[in-house]
């Protein structure tokens, strides 16, 4: 209501209520009473004129925005007064609230983001036969059945080789077909996008072009010298730029595709008036015709058709997803645990403060002010601090959120994060504000109005809130143990990784990951001649003890999974088995100081034209041959050639490092490899690996100046298999940590309330000759009990709640790991006295005569 | 004197001030006083909850109100009745009598 108004109105009623009250004094004067008589019984009979005057204004509707108004300068005058109360309430929430933002961010960022593109609503991501990605031949089939008003197709986590002076660099590339641009709309920082007719073109990321090519205003037109050819920039992407491939996946450059080689991930526009399940229809009507025009064997590519919209849940499906997934919904969890503790700590200071205040709300209620009233109020007290909590945590959260754009991933691949605030975070935090400022209000409102009822009425009841308080505190601290196990869990899962035994050597090799110009080696037996001659050119260099060649690095590659019909000798009938593949070259086993327990391992003689052969690890030979000696036996994968085993290797780690007794199947590098541009060379080094990095590195060079070259230790490079366990320690471990601060301020303010209520109890058993070693006893037992109360209750909710998270841990490591318990438990015990320690003091200095004064 | 105020049949508040302002305007410590002379003492009412009553009666349109100044020539806000307030002290007044006589049935024959 308009404050001028509302003014008129007040005077109004207050000049009508002076008539009333004088009118009737005066008649009560002429019956025969003196003035200050008629004037008491005149007020009397009017009853409350606060009373009256609010329902007069609520007549009008107008009363709500009119207190909201006043209530609010009041909770700002309120809260003014109290500023240590404020600001403790305020951090709290400024850190549950801002952590919760920033995990909602980080979430909708990695899994939910939208990619840059016109009208993402109308784009679809298709998948055909099963696949995410098709050859050229089919895609061009797709393309011009007119299914789509345009099909576009990308090829992502493609290399180049970029020459800038004396250093080549690998790039990460996605190549893109002619029309990607066109039909996706992606918008530009400068320049324009690939298009029809561009062979030697490339539009550079904008992190390449800020660090690799200092940013330089006059980039377009600029040659890059990739894989030997120069290529012209024709356009700069936006710093927000966010790919088709989502995840924060950002490669350096997009390039067209210019041969018919490698498949392509496709990307449809929906017609106008086409929803994605009628495209899909006739999707798969175009994959049904493509199977008459190409006929192949073993697939039909109308048999698993989708038509998935670009963003959202439909992207969440299949591979390593669900276990990310899992892994934020855990976050989430956490930090929704987080902000509880810190609602019910701002529950507990409004709580301790509404004692303060009863004298407060008995008198406005004696003066005729509703409870609903007063508890209004108090909720826009809560309100207020929700809001400023809010602010403070968004502005946290923006901090937070600039670092995070600027980290750099350790993943083998470009990650770059762009996350913006936006309205869903602004809205998520209002939601979370006024939730938190129901949750944290309304329990304070109801009892202190409750209680201040009973103060009216001449009763004194402290001890019934004494026990809530109690429990609000045991509560918090139940939630933070089952944080703080969480996160103990998280960081002893970390420190086992790290100590875990990979199975192969991590101290004495190196590994230098070389990628050859595709077009300088035509064949597969190209590539085979260069890879054997660089593999004497490194056994020559000094401090080599032996060198290698390996299709995926142990722990570095999730590719190397394979599920296959695997038939042997004695298990005629094959057995379908999930295991890890390796193509490698001889010496692979000595290099990696994986033992070979039986038989040899590839020998040169293993080479293209000698009989198939094969090396397995032991638990793939139980499951194939039971105890039996697998030397000199056969087995058949799939539908291909036999091969022989000539060797069993000991189980060592392939992917991850928490896999045990993987089964493992290895084929002779000579025998298969040559297909990829992509080299893997592993070296063994006399003495320290690190002195080799700049000998291998030149070495390399020599073979292949045209090559890019990346030599590290393969210590550091096992950082990748770590991430996870690290990302999960982390996160869990400062999310417990800020949890038990804020439950630890949550008990001191309780037992510091809770001394000072009891001031003069204590003073009276000082003076009945209590020793100060027996008051302490008596708070620090309070203390105590609270927190025993809070771990016993705590204790049994993590262990039901942590057991599902058996699948994140590392094997051995059990979700109640006794160890990891008895560190909450030492942690919780020690936060709780030092949280007593302060009250208990200063209980034990009350002055007895003081105190008995007291009130 | 008997309370009757405290059990006056709930909106009767309305329909006695619509009937005392329809013989024309007054303030509101007049109002109450002849609700009180016209019921000879039976009736008084709670000024507490007259004022809210005739600022709800305001907001739905069946009263009007202006300053003018009063028999004592003070400032005082006289109140009256609208078309609207005619209308609903009709409808009112239909109402109370079915129910005065529906009660007067029941004493009667039960």
Known sequence: MPLFKKARFDAALEEEMRLHLETRAAELIAGGLTEPEAWAQARREFGSPLRMAEESRAAWGWTWLDDLWRDARHAVRALRRDWGFTAVAVASLALGIGVNTLVFSLTAEFLFSEPSVREPGTLAELVVGGDNQIPIREYRFLRDAGVFEGLAGANPMQEANWRAGETTRRLFVTRVTDNLFSVTGTPLLMGRGLAKNDVEAAVVSHRFWRTRLEGDPAVLGRALALDGRPHTIVGVLPETHRTLTGFGYSPDLYLPITLDRGRVALYGRLPSGVDHAAARERLRAACAEMDRVFPDGNRKWSSEVAVNRLAGIDRLRGGFLPTVSAFFAVLMGAVALLLLIACVNVAGLLLARSAARAQEFAIRMSIGAGRGRLIRQLLTESLLLALAGAAAGVALNLLSARLMNRAVFALPFPVKLSIQPDLRLLLYASAVAVAAAVVSGLLPALRATAVSAAIKSGERQVSGRGRLRAALVAGQLAVSVVMLALAALSVRNLTLAARLDPGFDLRRTAWAQVRLVPESYPTPEAVRAEVSSTLDRLRATPGVASASVAYFVPLNDHFSSRAAMIYSDLLPRGERIEHAWNAVTPDYFATMAIPVLRGREFTAGDREGAPAVAVVNEAMSRKLFGAADPVGRRIRIGERAERIVVGVARNSKYSTLGEVDRPALFEPWLQLGGGRATLNYLVRAAGSPAALVRPLNAALLEADPASAIEVKLMSDATAFALLPSRAGAYFLGAIGLLGLALAAVGLYGALAYSTSRRTREIGVRIALGATRGRVLRLVFGEGFAVVGGGLALGLAAALAITRPLARFLIPGLSPSDPTSYAAVCVVLAAVGAAAALRPALRAARIDPMQAIRYE | ?110
């Not at chain 2, 300053?67 to 609207?84: I, P």
């Not at chain 2, 409808?91 to 049935?105: K, Q, T």
């Open chain 2, 1 to 110: 004197m008997p309370d009757l105020n405290q059990e006056l049949l709930p909106g009767t508040l309305y329909l006695l001030v619509l009937r005392t302002l329809s013989a024309g305007p007054l303030h509101g410590y007049a109002i109450a006083r002849r609700i009180q002379a016209v019921s000879r003492d039976a009736l008084r009412i709670e000024e507490g909850s007259l004022y809210p009553a005739l600022n709800r009666m305001l907001a739905k349109g069946w009263l009007a109100a202006e300053w003018g100044v009063s028999e004592t020539n003070r400032k005082a806000r006289f109140y009256r009745l609208t078309a609207a307030g005619r209308k609903q002290l009709q409808r009112e007044s239909a109402g109370f009598e079915r129910l005065v006589n529906a009660i007067g049935l029941v004493m009667k024959e039960a």
